[in-house]
């Protein structure tokens, strides 16, 4: 298996890493910080296995410091297609494995099925309807990522079909007609140019986050780590950062998101692993919430 392979991510960094390493980063590079204290570039794929890892913290960030960091989501290309790289990378096959040992090194549940059955040709379908997505909502573009994100790491779907981007996109009530247009047009240029600020930024693999404050200073978080990197973060760029309380019971958890893996209710109530797994079973059977079970792993959504 060719460690070209931009699919087969390094477990121990969390780090789905590209090809092409051409670009360099350096800590002096500035980027114009706008709207709340922090902005966040996050650097990320539909297809990446580790941003789908770090969707725990994500979620928790969001609680927390939502009311101090603006998340601006940027899309990297992470698979043009199958000749990438001059022919130094594998078959979909190969990713199969894989992704079966990143959900359970992350306890995020994935298919890898989906690369035996109905393999992506590459990732950049899924990246510019996002793109196109953010042109009619940018709450609406997020939920439309994860959908299209739990369509295909559980349920196997190919998000580089149009049908299924646009299942997903009715799903999060997102006008079809009108993100098949920009698709199609305008959507394609956003997502060059998030390729083009990644180059510049010198941004290698993903997940990446680029924490920036008010005067351009920063702080970086490559790959997936633990909530504290994330938090640490934001804290040394804004010491005076207010945490926000919220809620911690299932019900208002479920109410900010509909959808739930063990490991994130895990990571947002604050319950134990393995406690969480019993409490969502136990709302299953008494109809409060419906259970998707993958090969590796379950999903829980509100009825």
């Not at 770090?54 to 899309?75: C, F, H, S, T, V």
């Not at 079809?176 to 290698?204: N, Y």
Request: glycine share 6%; aromatic share 10%.
């Amino acid at each position: 298996m060719s460690k070209n392979n931009p699919l087969i991510c390094d477990i121990e960094t969390g780090m789905c890493e590209t090809a092409d390493t051409t670009a360099t980063h350096t800590s002096e590079n500035k980027v114009s910080s706008d709207k709340k204290a922090i902005r966040v570039i996050y650097y990320t794929d539909p297809i990446c296995s580790s941003c789908w890892g770090i969707e725990p913290q994500l979620r928790k960030l969001k609680l927390e410091y939502g009311n101090a960091i603006d998340i601006d989501y940027r899309m990297g290309g992470l698979l043009p297609d199958w000749s990438y790289n001059s022919g130094g990378i594998s078959s979909p096959a190969d990713v199969a494995s894989h992704w079966d040992e990143v959900s359970l090194h992350y306890d995020m549940p994935i298919d890898g099925d989906l690369w035996l059955e109905d393999p992506m040709n590459s990732s950049y379908p899924s990246s510019i309807a996002f793109k196109a997505a953010q042109l009619q909502d940018q709450q609406k573009a997020i939920l439309f990522m994860r959908e299209m994100r739990e369509m295909m790491f559980l349920e196997k779907k190919n998000l580089a079909k149009w049908e299924n981007m646009a299942k997903a996109a009715k799903k999060v009530g997102l006008d079809v007609s009108q993100l098949k247009s920009d698709f199609e047009g305008k959507a394609k240029d956003l997502f060059q140019e998030d390729l083009k600020l990644g180059q510049e930024l010198g941004v290698r693999g993903f997940p990446t986050m680029f924490f920036i404050d008010e005067a351009g200073n920063q702080e970086i978080v490559y790959g997936r780590r633990p909530y504290a990197f994330y938090e640490m973060a934001i804290l040394k760029l804004n010491p005076n950062a207010s945490k926000s309380e919220y809620s911690k019971k299932w019900e208002d958890l479920f109410k900010i998101y509909p959808s739930l893996t063990a490991k994130e209710f895990s990571e947002l109530s604050g319950t134990p692993r393995a406690d969480s797994e019993t409490l969502l079973n136990e709302l299953t059977e008494q109809g409060s919430l419906s259970k998707f079970t993958t090969k590796n792993g379950s999903i829980w959504r509100k009825i």
